[in-house]
């Protein structure tokens, strides 16, 4: 039986897929194309609407400073690939005042016959707790990543090394943290306060042990490890100089022989040596095995308060309230060098870790560089120099300096409540108004630092407010990154005095119509109003201050 025969249609009449074009197929290193940029009609826009915004809505502009980041990590890089290629040649590439020659400024090992290259005078950052309290001591870790500052408040804060911004805080003692110390391994911390508490912290700020170190909770000023790690000693305000064993907390020996406070105790870097300064004047030299005192020198006319021993172990700088800083060899046990330059009495002292430069801060506030390189001047001739001074460092006393393990950046704690960081001098860059000496920064006050720097310290200038430019050609940048003051002008919008600058709209320089910059519709009438009358008066606009440079910032906190 067979089945019904198949219908058979026409060829016209089968139903065909819709044709899809050829497409072909080309390598892409995209996983899908990106979006074309924005036309400049766009961005016009753009740049209109957030000057109306930033005129109109009557929030205050936040302050805001670019993030200054000092990477050591490509010089560093570039410099020893240098060295592998040429090792035997010596060569270094010429530096040039330009921008571009950067890349080619090595670290400070690499310049050992030139000292110049390690003088910290530019400024470039502040770093505030937001509970304000003196810094008492600064210090990097040993790596060089961070740094690690203690406060009258018993607190020890973590700043990023390279951003200088906060990373975390401990409430690490009870009372004012005095002096604190790594371990030349770099896995311990140690730490004393006013109230003679000795804590051991590791890395990550684990506390591991406390325990009273000194009489009568006498505060213990100084603290310093033997080469080995094994030991180390602690100077205290009941006039002794105790030496204690690392891994059994308990003290070996006790060295008595000041005949007051002792404010200061450093630990020879390789030898069995102790140095100590007293508010009776005199350095002691000590045997710490026997506990019997090598040698007094009663040079100074004041309290000793900072001692620090060089990186060759040869000499042995210190800090005096008599105003001077003065160097002892101790091969010869003689003074060799006496610099006089600060005002009032010197707080502390520093070596730097390459060169034969001392850093030495003083109640004044100002930082200054010596080079043990010149010779003794003759007598009757007027003592050397400085080699550079920050007259106006700080508002306060500089209680602590230190160096980075690679010497390209120094970081100051004082008394003014901030920590302060300062690198070289780079090629091409005249920013810094602290270059060779100078005035304090310009959003610097006396005796005052800005509350919203370091609320603000996460913001980023590139992008917050677009289309705002920053300085142009015409206007100088301070060192902090901020444009120098302009016309205080104020704003007749607001009954409670604040006031905005109007500089970054404003300039002198040319003669360009303000509509040509902003859209005047979408300005405040009062603000038009004021912007109209200088233009009358022979004021004019710089078109670069607003739509010109989109990585600017916003200058003022207008509150």
């Keep these: 039986m067979s089945g019904p025969a198949p219908i058979l249609l026409a060829p016209s009449a089968i139903p065909r897929p819709p044709s899809v ?33 930033a005129f109109a809505d009557g929030k205050p502009i936040k302050k805001t400073r670019p993030r200054r980041t000092v990477d050591y990590n490509g010089p560093l890089g570039r410099w020893t690939l240098l060295r592998k290629l040429r090792p035997n040649q010596g060569y270094l590439p010429q530096i040039r005042p330009a921008v571009p020659f950067i890349i080619d400024l090595f670290p400070p090992k690499a310049y050992r016959d030139n000292a110049s290259t390690s003088l910290c005078t530019k400024f470039i950052h502040t770093s505030t707790n937001k509970i304000r309290c003196p810094v008492n001591v600064v210090t990097w870790t040993p790596e060089g990543r961070r740094v690690l500052t203690g406060s009258t408040s018993g607190e020890f804060t973590l700043w990023n090394g390279l951003t200088f911004n906060f990373e975390t ?74 030496i204690w064993s690392f891994q059994e907390r308990r003290v070996e020996s006790i ?31 000590w045997d710490p095995r026997t506990g019997t005192v090598l040698s007094t020198l009663h040079h100074h006319k004041n309290t000793i308060q900072a001692l ?58 100002a930082i200054l560089h010596w080079d043990l390189r010149p010779p ?24 602590s300096l230190q160096f980075h393990p690679l010497g390209h950046l120094l970081a100051s704690a004082s008394n003014d409540h901030t920590t302060r960081f300062w ?8 920013s810094s108004v602290f270059a060779g000496g100078g005035a304090r920064p ?37 060192n902090g990154g901020v444009g120098t003051a302009g016309a205080m002008v104020a704003h007749p919008d607001r009954d409670t005095g604040k006031q905005t600058r109007l500089d970054a709209l ?39 201050k607003v739509g010109g440079d989109s990585n600017g910032i916003i200058e003022d906190d207008i509150s």
């Design 506 to 544: 404003l300039d002198p320089g040319k003669m360009e119509t303000i509509a040509t910059v902003v859209e005047m519709s979408l300005i405040p009438t009062t603000i038009r109003g004021i912007i109209m009358a200088v233009v009358a008066m022979g004021g004019t606009t710089d078109a670069g």
């Design 376 to 399: 003794e001047p003759a007598f009757g001739q007027p003592p050397t120099p400085p080699r550079a001074s920050l007259d106006q460092a700080h508002d306060s006393n500089v209680w």
């Design 308 to 365: 620090s021993w060089s990186p060759n172990g040869d000499m042995v700088a210190s800090a005096s309230r008599d105003q001077t800083v003065r160097v002892f060899d101790i091969r010869a046990m003689k003074e060799f060098r006496i610099f006089k330059g600060h005002k009032k009495e010197v707080c502390s002292v520093t070596w730097h870790p390459i060169h034969p430069i001392l850093v030495s801060g003083g109640s004044e506030g």
């Design 255 to 285: 060295l008595t022989g000041h005949g007051w406070d002792v404010k200061c105790v450093e630990w020879h870097p390789t030898k069995g040596l102790l140095v100590s300064g007293s508010k009776d004047n005199d350095i002691k030299f």
């Design 442 to 478: 310009t959003e610097m006050g006396d005796g005052e630092v800005d509350m919203d720097q370091e609320n603000d310290d996460d913001d980023q200038a590139p992008g917050l407010v677009p289309g705002f430019g920053g300085a142009g050609p015409s206007t100088p940048q301070t």
């Design 169 to 242: 805080i401990l409430q690490a003692h009870d009372s004012a943290i005095c002096t604190m110390t790594f371990t030349h391994s770099g896995q311990y911390l140690a730490s004393a306060d006013k109230s003679g508490t000795i804590k051991y912290f590791e890395p990550n700020m684990n506390n591991l042990a406390a325990w009273q170190g000194s009489n009568s909770h006498e505060a213990i000023r100084g603290l310093s490890f033997s080469p080995d790690d094994q030991r180390f000693a602690t100077a205290s305000d009941d006039s002794s100089v105790r």
């Design 21 to 53: 074009p050829h497409i072909e197929w080309k390598p892409s290193k995209y996983l899908t194309e990106p979006l074309p940029p924005p036309t400049d009609e766009t961005m016009r826009m753009q740049e209109l609407e957030a000057a109306a915004r």
């Design 423 to 430: 690198a070289r001098e780079r090629p091409g860059d005249t």
